[in-house]
């Protein structure tokens, strides 16, 4: 069911503000032709009757389902798209090793479209039944596979941020899986990004085009430069890994005599548009440049669980006033649900304040920070705070923002939320979807208010 040109009577959940759930007690949000949300009344409202008996006269009020509530859809900040093909798998050594011998022979083979397009047709129709309405995401250095993609998205009506990957270092990529010179990792990431801009089904600009050195590692400086250039000029968006591992960190510092943030930020890589995965090592200097820059971070608490051996401090970084999304990091993170992520930062977050040795004390295990967050926190970091991040106008229902949501269906048989007697109300039952919620519960997913998966698909 496309709810465009349509008045919706909802209830619901979102968090524009971190830390803050707003409940929505039946609003009515009015979707516009474009899919944009036109208008949200609230019950309190003095117009809110007649506006209601109008849209219902004109036949164009939709209600939900008893033990239907919305949420804004997830916004997944970091997907490795090729990656999708080994998900849980391929996560016993670490990242350096994991690169070469597994994930850039894995990728190398998206050379075959064939290949490519059994891949992202799955992986696409994946994300959106978990609720997944936008995906930043890496491709392969391939022009054709990324291409399909972005046509993929298209076609499944998934928003999308895609890029072709850049890597051209000769000592840090392999012969058979490289940009055959900065040039050519250039003009590539410049030919992708006319292919998205021109796109005859792209009119709505759903899908858009990202500058995406893989990171400092696999890029020359001359790439890196070349690509600086080209994201001042084109103003598009801009993903890269940053400071993820203890090697990554080190090398970036040995190369360059600085850190990931300092080094990308001179090459004008850094700017209101990056996003940056896991950024594990930031030093307190790198979070005031991000600041100052408006820069992002695509936090990803189950790769870093894997191949970081460290916990990004979340808290700090949104109480300094951060830009940060949520991301998946499929396949460094084995799983592609975003209410997985959801609920996987804030137990890594709690480990972090309280520590993990149990041979010692709890005062001297404890990291004497407060680290923790809560499901408020990660609700909103991984909807409207990944949005913002982003700078897309999605992730929260208030007009002039996209009608990206999803159906939460807390009584569907197959999915995995149990409500007892009690009546669960308020933000406490958010918390319940947050913690319980599987795929099984997503009884319909809208972007730009066209349905475009659920279990309750109408479309
Ligand atoms: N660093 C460079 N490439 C990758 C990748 O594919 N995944 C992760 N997690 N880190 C990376
Ligand atoms: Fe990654």
């Not at 008893?66 to 093909?85: I, K, M, T």
Request: with cysteine; net charge negative; aromatic share 8%.
């Amino acid at each position: 069911m496309t709810l465009r040109n349509t008045w919706l009577l909802a209830r619901g959940f979102h968090a524009p503000v971190c830390g803050a759930v707003e409940v929505l007690e039946d609003v009515l949000i009015a979707i516009g032709a474009g899919g944009f949300i036109a208008d949200v009344v609230y019950p309190n409202e003095e117009r809110f009757g007649a506006l209601k008996s109008e849209a219902e006269q004109q036949g164009i009020l939709e209600k939900l389902p008893d033990g239907g509530y919305l949420l804004p859809g997830f916004v997944d900040c970091h997907v490795h798209a090729p990656q999708y093909p080994q998900l849980g798998s391929a996560l016993d050594v670490p990242l350096e090793v994991w690169l070469h011998r597994y994930t850039f022979p894995l990728e190398a083979r998206f050379a075959d479209l064939s290949y490519a397009r059994r891949a992202y047709d799955l992986l696409v129709t994946d994300l959106l039944s978990n609720g997944t309405t936008t995906a930043l995401y890496f491709a392969t250095i391939h022009q054709e596979a990324t291409r399909l993609l972005a046509d993929i998205c298209l076609s499944k009506g998934q928003r999308a941020l895609v890029g072709k990957v850049a890597m051209d270092h000769p000592e840090n990529c392999p012969d058979y899986y490289r940009d055959a010179s900065p040039e050519a990792a250039i003009e590539g990431t410049r030919a992708l990004i006319d292919y998205i801009f021109a796109h005859p089904v792209n009119g709505e600009g759903l899908v858009k085009p990202v500058i995406t050195p893989r990171f400092i590692p696999a890029c020359t400086d001359a790439a890196l430069e070349g690509l600086g250039r080209l994201a001042q000029e084109c103003g598009c968006h801009v993903q890269t890994h940053c400071s993820e591992s203890d090697w990554e960190h080190g090398y970036v510092l040995d190369r360059h005599g600085m850190t990931d943030a300092a080094s990308l930020d001179r090459f004008g890589l850094l700017g209101r548009k990056t996003m940056l995965a896991h950024s594990n090592f930031l030093t307190p200097s790198d979070m005031e440049l991000m600041k100052v820059r408006e820069a992002a971070v695509a936090h990803c608490p189950l790769s870093n669980a894997f191949f970081a051996g460290a916990v990004f401090p979340l808290r700090a970084a949104l109480e300094k006033g951060l830009h940060v999304g949520l991301g998946t990091d499929i396949s460094g993170g084995p799983s592609a649900s975003m209410f997985e992520a959801s609920r996987n930062a804030i137990t890594v977050s709690r480990m972090l304040e309280t520590g993990v040795d149990p041979e010692k004390p709890a005062a001297e295990r404890a990291s004497g920070q407060p680290a923790r967050i809560d499901f408020r926190q990660a609700f909103h970091v991984a909807t409207a705070g990944g949005a913002k991040a982003l700078d897309l106008p999605v992730g929260q229902f208030a007009p002039g923002y996209a009608f990206d949501a999803i159906l939460i269906d807390c009584h569907a048989p197959g999915g995995t939320i149990r409500l007892w007697d009690e009546a669960e109300t308020g933000d406490d039952l958010l918390q319940r979807i947050i913690f319980t919620a599987s795929k099984g519960n997503i009884a319909k997913v809208w972007v730009a208010g066209r349905e475009v998966a659920g279990t309750h698909a109408t479309a």
